[in-house]
């Protein structure tokens, strides 16, 4: 009877083990798109659980099971050796493909996600078995568990929010078993007389108690009011970059309605909104999904007024219409495209369209408000998951093909001219001379965004520019790096003073990635661009950025006519040319994210190997090792580097001769190398450190100091002291620390602690 019983609630408790794994390897399977429904995935998963279970509670019999199945295998083989061979070499490319992903060069391959979802499982089962069915303590499951659903929560993970509650309430129903058994050892200690359907009882009060606590906190209102405190905002991600990625996607529901117009200040290009520049982390936050028939410009934010190292939108002429209503058109010549705009991350009474829109048709009824420059602002706020379609008319026209007679109609007023008080001239001379050579407005603008992108840096990390100066004239003559907002900025400017009307753009550019036409745009997407009135030709965008490629103006084999009304065509759009999707450039704001699909594998490769019937053997028992023997691997790998780095670091305070401030005067190149300000050829420490050190913002000069001891003890004879070792030491430690801020985390440990090469050992 006691066996029985015992069985019973081992039973029990496997079920909830197995429910527990679930949790997690349910959220895994749609993350690795493992092509398996919600109840292939629960099976495969008890099967995984129980296979942990017959493997550390009976090991002999495992063992023995898995050795009879090598008969069954060697027939195969005798008679099907190919299909053996062609497993085989599956197995070593699983596993190769695996180890490289986990170096963080290759995506796992879609014929392995099924196996290394299994893998994981597998485990995930070792460590939940271990906490439940070994050493019986369930309250370890929460430092457990919890961690990996908030952080797939922090990711936009959906499946995470009802896979924690479910897991949650299995927590309690095991959390009342375990007190319910931990009450019985007491009883039968001091001989207590109790009735054994207790249990029952007990368990199921556990369970209803637990789904009442979790159940209330799911549903129970929560505080929506937000506080808008730019100041502290700033502070607070500029000491602390990932706050820029804490999850907020629940404000941007229609019951929170904290809609409101785009700022770019909130993508994260634009820290302070009082001031352009400093450096920037913008994050990876999903904003919005555009189906489109290729990538576009997304314009949010038209700003004609540049002032005090900001633009401001300036005075402009407003016009409200209906939604569905055809807009006013100045583009007479151009291709028509429709897209299909769904907010994800974003709560926003701004339309996001191309230049130039047409007509806008929403779910939400309203007027719109449409000014000069065709910014777009609807009078009801677009929440989360609720969306709008576009039509525009994209400028696409080559001068040659222009008429006399034709002139493209826009309102240009001297406010696309203005130039900030006290301008140096020395941003006039530069325009001169740039444009010396070139004749027409066309000409002078694509020389202008040329010069800016051969000349200029592409950089997150400038430095913030100094009280006093003007943010253009420091960009184009000291810092000579930025990002967007400082390209697009200083190429409006130098258009204007070449007498050529311009306007500063904010918005996204779309992503050159897509799925079926549908774009991904996140917060790193957010863009700043440049558009100038080109007479005869309107209004064209241009691309003064580096880090994108730049528009270009071809033909069209089919234009709107002048007196094509464009709600006759809503229905009939006009298809780009194949090769334009090309010419709009990339727009990812990570260049080293442009590459191809991931990495492949060619099965062919590794049937050129020739492998041993030892190593047939180690293949057949590697997938069963794997993932502890990685772990294992990754575990002394670290283990290892970290103690060698406390070694160096010893021997460096240790050592009191001449030798030591070298080697740590190198580390510091090579960190500050990392950081991408590495000292150029030729180049002596003195020219070096004067280039750099407000780059890293060093502005005590205690680069230059240590630099002043470096040369004294290498080159001058200078004797090394106690203090001056502790100096370099603890700047080594300052410059570690901006690394790691700048890599991120997991690279940043990656790099330091699993490579080993961001701190070489010279001593």
Avoid at 567 to 590: A, I, K, R, W, Y
């Amino acid at each position: 009877m006691k066996i029985e019983r015992s069985n019973k609630e081992l039973l029990k408790n496997m079920a909830l083990y197995i429910f527990i794994v679930f949790s997690i390897s349910n959220i895994w399977g749609p993350l690795l798109a493992v092509e398996l429904n919600l109840l292939a995935r629960l099976l495969i998963t008890a099967l995984v659980g129980l296979v942990v279970h017959l493997l550390f509670s009976y090991p002999f019999f495992f063992l023995l099971s898995i050795i009879t199945s090598i008969i069954p295998l060697l027939i195969l083989n005798r008679y099907h050796s190919e299909l053996v061979w062609n497993c085989i070499l599956w197995i070593k490319q699983f596993i190769v493909n695996i180890m490289i992903y986990f170096k963080g060069t290759e995506q796992i391959l879609i014929q392995n996600r099924t196996g290394f979802w299994g893998l994981l499982t597998f485990g995930l089962c070792i460590l939940t078995w271990f906490v439940v069915i070994k050493i019986k303590q369930v309250v370890l499951l929460i430092p457990l568990y919890m961690p990996g659903f908030i952080y797939y929560w922090y990711i936009y993970v959906d499946e995470a929010y009802p896979m924690m509650i479910f897991f949650i309430i299995i927590y309690f129903v095991l959390l009342g078993r375990q007190g319910y058994f931990n009450a019985e050892k007491k009883w039968l200690q001091n001989k207590i007389t109790y009735k054994h359907d207790i249990h029952s009882s007990w368990v199921r009060t556990a369970f209803i108690y637990g789904l009442i606590i979790v159940l209330l906190a799911v549903v129970m209102p929560k505080r929506s009011n937000l506080i808008n405190w730019y100041w502290l905002e700033s502070q607070l991600t500029s000491r602390f970059p990932v706050i820029m990625g804490f999850r907020d996607d629940l404000v941007y529901s229609r019951s929170y309605a904290q809609g409101s117009m785009f700022d770019f200040h909130q993508t994260g290009f634009q820290l302070d909104p009082t001031e352009l520049g400093g450096p920037v982390r913008p994050s990876d936050r999903l904003v919005m999904l555009v189906k489109s028939p290729y990538s576009l410009y997304l314009r949010g934010n038209v700003k004609t007024l540049y002032e005090n190292n900001r633009w401001e939108r300036g005075t402009v002429v407003q016009m409200n219409y209906n939604v569905k209503q055809v807009l006013p058109r100045e583009v007479l010549r151009g291709t028509i495209v429709e897209l299909e705009i769904t907010n994800v991350n974003m709560a926003s009474s701004t339309i996001f369209t191309p230049y130039q829109p047409v007509r806008i048709v929403s779910s939400t009824s309203g007027n719109l408000t449409v000014d000069e420059n065709f910014q777009l602002i609807q009078q009801n706020t677009t929440y989360k998951n609720e969306g709008y379609t576009v039509q525009a008319i994209i400028p696409y026209i080559n001068p040659i093909d222009i008429e006399e007679n034709e002139k493209i109609w826009a309102n240009i007023s001297e406010g696309y001219l203005q130039l900030p008080q006290g301008l140096s001239p020395k941003v006039t001379q530069l325009a001169n001379k740039i444009t010396r050579d070139k004749y027409s407005p066309y000409e002078k603008a694509e020389a202008i965004g040329n010069f800016l992108r051969d000349n200029y840096v592409y950089t997150l990390e400038p430095s913030v520019t100094p009280q006093g100066k003007e943010f253009i004239e420091y960009f184009l003559f000291e810092e000579k790096e930025g990002y967007c907002t400082y390209f697009a900025t200083a190429m409006a400017i130098l258009l204007r003073t070449q007498g050529i009307p311009s306007r500063y753009v904010e918005g996204y550019r779309m992503p050159m990635e897509n799925n079926d036409n549908v774009y991904e745009v996140r917060q790193n997407n957010a863009h700043a661009w440049v558009e100038a009135y080109i007479e005869p030709m309107g209004w064209l965008s241009f691309e003064a950025t580096p880090a994108f490629q730049p528009t270009t103006l071809r033909n069209l084999d089919t234009d709107i006519n002048n007196n094509e009304d464009p709600e006759s065509s809503f229905d009939e759009l006009e298809q780009m040319p194949g090769n334009l999707q090309t010419n709009l450039g990339n727009n990812s704001h990570n260049i080293e994210d442009t590459k191809e699909d991931g990495v492949q594998v060619p099965l062919k490769a590794y049937q050129e190997d020739v492998l041993s019937k030892h190593a047939i053997k180690i293949v057949k028992i590697v997938p069963k090792l794997i993932y502890i023997l990685l772990i294992g691997i990754i575990l002394l790998r670290v283990g290892y580097i970290y103690l060698d780095i406390q070694k160096y670091y010893k021997k460096l305070k240790e050592n009191n001769n001449n030798s030591v401030i070298p080697c740590i005067y190198q580390n510091l190149l090579d960190l500050l190398k990392e950081m991408g300000y590495p000292i150029e050829i030729g180049e002596t420490p003195y020219e070096y450190v004067p280039r750099i050190m407000y780059k890293v913002h060093d502005y005590n000069g205690t680069l230059e100091e240590l630099t002043e001891i470096f040369i004294g003890v290498k080159y001058g004879g200078k004797e090394t002291t106690t203090s001056n070792i502790e100096d370099f030491l603890n700047y080594l430690i300052l410059v570690d620390n901006k690394v790691k801020v700048q890599m991120g985390l997991w690279r940043y440990y990656y790099t330091k602690y699993f490579k080993g090469t961001l701190l070489k050992r010279y001593l």
